[in-house]
Each structure stands twice: as structure tokens, then as C-alpha cells.
Nanobody, 124 residues
Framework: QVQLVESGGGLVQAGGSLKLSCAGSGRTFSAYAMGWFRQAPGKEREFVAS????????YYSDSVKGRFTISRDNAKNTEYLQMNSLKPEDTAVYYC?????????????????WGQGTQVTVSS
């Protein structure tokens, strides 16, 4: 089992950048596929990005492709989401996620573990 804690959310103007971090507990962090989801008010939670256990497979939603970058540092038990060129429609609670299958994409099946979420607000 892994516990996930996000940080780095906040308020930013449109066109700005933020970097989210997700710290995972446990010695098996490197065995999990990791990902990010988001949920805007009144909308369902949606997939943002995922990365395989060793970082060699990465997937993005079309809405963030080219603007967001997912990465991980297994030595630090941490994954990241660098968000550039932010838009007001990126405003949401962002959730870190982990899947026990090391190459899970999280596109077709939900992850196994969730963080508590961090708020990102982009003002116009």
C-alpha cells in the first residue's frame, strides 16, 4: 500500500506556471505507475497524465499535451507535474494517483490509490 500527499497548488494568472509534487510513502513506490487527475467544480474527475514505473512510458490528455510535463524521481519517492501556459479552464483540484500495475496508463482503468488533492486556480 502507498500513501500519497500532494503539494504545490495555488493561485496563478493565466499564462503562468506551477509545479505540483506528490510524495509517496513506502519502499515500493518505484514499483507503481503514477499519475495525475483533476476535478473541476460540477464536473467529473478526469485523467491528466500518467507515467510508468521507470518513466519510459508517458501519456497525456489532449487538453494538457504540450503544456504539462509529468516526471518522477524514484530515489525521492516523488512524482511531479510541471504545468506551463496555464489557462482558466485548468482550474481544478488536482489528485495524485498510483496504480499497482507498473505500466498502467490509468486511461482505461482507475488507479488503486489517491492523494487528498491540491487546489489549482488560474485567474484570467
Amino acid at each position: 500500500q502507498v500513501q500519497l500527499v500532494e503539494s504545490g497548488g495555488g493561485l496563478v494568472q493565466a499564462g503562468g506556471s506551477l509545479k505540483l509534487s506528490c510524495a509517496g510513502s513506502g519502499r515500493t513506490f518505484s514499483a507503481y505507475a503514477m499519475g495525475w487527475f483533476r476535478q473541476a467544480p460540477g464536473k467529473e474527475r478526469e485523467f491528466v497524465a500518467s507515467i510508468s514505473w521507470n518513466g519510459d512510458s508517458i501519456y497525456y490528455s489532449d487538453s494538457v499535451k504540450g503544456r504539462f510535463t509529468i516526471s518522477r524521481d524514484n530515489a525521492k519517492n516523488t512524482e511531479y507535474l510541471q504545468m506551463n501556459s496555464l489557462k482558466p479552464e485548468d482550474t481544478a483540484v488536482y489528485y495524485c494517483a498510483a496504480a499497482q500495475r507498473p505500466r498502467a496508463t490509468m486511461i482505461d482503468r482507475p488507479p488503486d490509490y489517491w492523494g487528498q488533492g491540491t487546489q489549482v486556480t488560474v485567474s484570467s
